[in-house]
């Protein structure tokens, strides 16, 4: 199997969710992967933004429905 390298852009930063050890910061951004359409991206990134940690990434219609089901949740609270 042939290592296929990564090919990412990140569109947009849109803020940090936290900060862990070494500086480097859980992060929610806009990515587009290997020249695709950008998705909303949330993972640890390093301070140069060069290297990341194992994240996930939603579509908008994914990143719409993760919206509401958090606002529903602390609206009960």
Request: charge should be negative; proline fraction near 5%; glycine fraction near 6%.
């Amino acid at each position: 199997m042939e290592d296929r390298e990564i090919k990412f852009v990140l569109v947009e930063r849109l803020g940090a969710l936290g900060e862990a050890s070494r500086g480097w910061a859980t992060e929610l951004n806009l990515v587009s992967w290997n020249e695709r359409p950008p998705k909303f991206d949330i993972r640890p990134w390093d301070p140069s933004h060069e290297r990341m940690g194992k994240g996930v990434t939603l579509s908008e219609e994914e990143a719409r429905k993760l919206s509401e089901l958090l606002a529903a949740r602390f609206a009960a609270s």
